[in-house]
């Protein structure tokens, strides 16, 4: 008898969605082919803004933004944010030196943002840096100082962990500004941003030997849970779980892959389960890349190259903090939380 590997999409009723907003800033040297400076805004891990040094311009992404922004939004972060190649580029060198290193491909990232739970109001601020995709610095919140995991950055965490007043500055922005940003920005964008749609589920093999992979695409908001069963209980065996990524149309993908023997499969059912927000979906067929199937290269390759830019940038963390933290050009509502502030020297 053949197996039947059914799948299982059980969209759980969402209590409560946890909203963030991210910026992520790349700095790069030796790369002729990428801009030396990319500036990343995401809302709900969603696309924001945009700026890098080719172009030399920040651009929005939503109309909502625009609408309740002000026309000058795009212009304010533009001139903010062409500043920052010059900046980056030097805190690359004076890190290169740090490390002894005096040519190659080199970056520079940071992370940093705020999480709201619109359900328990818990919240949450985070700024994480890096260098050449390992951890180079961060700010803990908690105790209210700044750590570094390697020697090379302990000269910055002994400067900026004198100035109290500083560190204070970023709690109290992480805390308090960026979140009140964050639901301004979610009321704006209410009409795209709290939509729901459902995930098209299905299982991709490509022969009877091969790996089957369980892909989500086209489901919004992105937090989705992907886990294998085998004959009714979690299996965690041979499963690679993949990034979420980021389609073109706004909405997002995510695969899961597990690796069992055709007998395996003759011997046990197993399911994907896929939870969500909303119903419940069953699926029990697996495509292939014959016939009337669609692959996973081009699922994928059909992502907007924008994709490359959100890799690149959450890749490690990397940059030098900025000395404020990210400040709102304007506290009133025909401003802007801008993402951009003076970047410190080393």
């Given at each position: 008898?053949?197996?039947?590997?059914?799948?299982?999409?059980?969209?759980?009723?969402?209590?409560?969605?946890i909203?963030?907003?991210k910026?992520?800033?790349?700095?790069t040297?030796?790369?002729?082919?990428?801009?030396?400076?990319?500036?990343?805004?995401?809302?709900?891990?969603?696309l924001?803004?945009?700026?890098?040094?080719?172009?030399?311009r920040?651009?929005?992404q939503?109309?909502?933004m625009?609408?309740?922004?002000?026309?000058?939004?795009?212009?304010?972060?533009?001139?903010?944010?062409?500043?920052?190649?010059?900046a980056?580029?030097?805190n690359?060198?004076?890190?290169?030196?740090?490390?002894?290193?005096?040519?190659g491909?080199?970056?520079?990232?940071?992370?940093?943002?705020?999480?709201?739970?619109?359900?328990?109001r818990?919240?949450?601020?985070?700024i994480?840096?890096?260098?050449?995709?390992?951890?180079?610095?961060?700010?803990?919140?908690?105790?209210?100082?700044?750590i570094?995991?390697?020697?090379?950055?302990?000269?910055?965490?002994?400067?900026?962990?004198?100035?109290?007043?500083?560190?204070?500055?970023?709690?109290?922005?992480?805390?308090?500004?960026?979140?009140?940003?964050?639901?301004?920005?979610?009321e704006?964008?209410?009409?795209?941003l709290?939509?729901?749609?459902?995930?098209?589920?299905?299982?991709?093999?490509?022969?009877p030997?091969?790996?089957?992979?369980?892909?989500?695409?086209g489901?919004?908001?992105?937090?989705?849970?992907?886990?294998?069963?085998?004959?009714?209980?979690?299996?965690?065996?041979?499963?690679?779980?993949?990034?979420?990524?980021?389609?073109?149309?706004?909405?997002?993908?995510?695969?899961?892959t597990?690796?069992?023997?055709?007998?395996?499969?003759?011997?046990?059912?197993f399911?994907?389960?896929?939870?969500?927000?909303?119903?419940?979906?069953?699926?029990?067929?697996?495509?292939?890349?014959?016939?009337?199937?669609?692959?996973?290269g081009?699922?994928?390759?059909?992502?907007?190259?924008?994709?490359?830019?959100i890799?690149?940038?959450?890749?490690?963390?990397?940059?030098?903090?900025?000395?404020?933290?990210?400040?709102?050009?304007?506290?009133?509502?025909?401003?802007?939380?801008?993402?951009?502030?003076?970047?410190?020297?080393?």
């Amino acid at each position: 008898m053949q197996s039947v590997i059914l799948l299982v999409v059980a969209l759980h009723v969402a209590s409560g969605a946890i909203h963030s907003w991210k910026a992520y800033y790349t700095g790069t040297t030796g790369l002729s082919e990428f801009p030396e400076f990319v500036a990343l805004n995401l809302i709900d891990d969603q696309l924001m803004g945009y700026f890098d040094s080719n172009t030399n311009r920040f651009k929005s992404q939503f109309k909502w933004m625009e609408d309740n922004l002000g026309k000058n939004y795009d212009e304010q972060e533009t001139n903010t944010l062409q500043g920052y190649p010059a900046a980056f580029k030097n805190n690359i060198k004076v890190v290169m030196e740090r490390f002894n290193q005096t040519q190659g491909v080199h970056t520079f990232q940071e992370m940093y943002g705020c999480e709201w739970d619109d359900q328990t109001r818990a919240t949450n601020g985070f700024i994480q840096d890096g260098y050449d995709g390992e951890d180079f610095l961060s700010l803990d919140l908690k105790e209210m100082r700044w750590i570094s995991p390697v020697q090379q950055g302990f000269i910055t965490v002994q400067k900026w962990n004198k100035d109290s007043a500083y560190i204070e500055s970023d709690k109290n922005y992480f805390s308090s500004v960026c979140i009140e940003w964050l639901k301004k920005y979610l009321e704006y964008g209410k009409s795209s941003l709290q939509k729901t749609v459902s995930p098209q589920v299905s299982l991709l093999q490509k022969d009877p030997s091969s790996p089957v992979t369980c892909h989500a695409t086209g489901f919004y908001p992105s937090g989705v849970t992907i886990t294998w069963m085998k004959n009714g209980q979690e299996h965690h065996e041979d499963v690679d779980l993949g990034e979420l990524l980021p389609n073109e149309d706004g909405t997002f993908q995510k695969t899961s892959t597990i690796r069992v023997t055709p007998d395996e499969w003759k011997k046990n059912e197993f399911s994907c389960v896929v939870e969500h927000q909303g119903k419940t979906v069953t699926e029990d067929k697996i495509r292939t890349n014959n016939g009337e199937s669609v692959s996973i290269g081009i699922i994928v390759g059909a992502l907007a190259a924008v994709v490359l830019l959100i890799i690149i940038a959450v890749a490690g963390y990397v940059v030098y903090k900025k000395k404020q933290g990210f400040k709102p050009v304007s506290g009133s509502d025909d401003g802007s939380n801008s993402s951009a502030q003076a970047v410190p020297q080393a």
